[in-house]
């Protein structure tokens, strides 16, 4: 603290920003539930259709929903809060990419592991958070 001012809570601006964040969130978080909810019981993804694409595709668009309340997130932020975020993605997106490789080397050796894809996404949204929340605390 610098001043009589400063507070060690959050500001009311702080608040409000996170509280816009839980809002564009939120529902994009829930038509993500909901959207795989609705796949696996009527998409068929098993079957022969060619529906079957458009049912597997369909949480696609709530994810770009989560893409959307994360980018007016950031620009909601402030510069230093931005800069934490950015360096927190920065990690997320490089463990990522060294699991797109694995998973790609050992696809090309003749493993293929169905689910591998979700564990490269697993692992770098776990990253991106264990480094948002390390950034944070320094």
């Known amino acids: 603290m610098t001043s009589k001012l400063d507070t060690a809570g959050p500001s009311r601006g702080d608040r409000a920003r996170a509280r816009a964040y ?9 038509g993500y539930v909901v959207c ?23 949480p ?6 989560v893409v ?3 980018v007016r997130g950031l620009r909601r932020s402030d510069e230093y809060a931005q800069l934490l975020q950015v360096r927190a993605l920065a990690v997320g ?3 990522a990419m060294v699991g797109c490789v694995v998973v790609g080397m050992l696809a090309l050796a003749g493993l293929h592991l169905t689910p591998a ?6 692992a770098g949204m776990l990253s991106w958070a264990v480094a948002a929340a390390v950034t944070a605390r320094r």
């Open 68 to 70: 959307r309340a994360v």
């Open 117 to 122: 894809p979700w564990f490269v996404v697993g």
């Open 22 to 30: 839980l809002l564009d969130f939120t529902p994009a978080t829930a």
């Open 36 to 58: 795989i909810v609705a796949v696996v019981r009527w998409g068929g993804l098993d079957g022969d259709s060619p529906w079957r694409f458009a049912w597997a595709l369909l």
């Open 60 to 65: 696609v668009v709530p994810v770009l929903a």
């Open 93 to 95: 997106f490089a463990v």
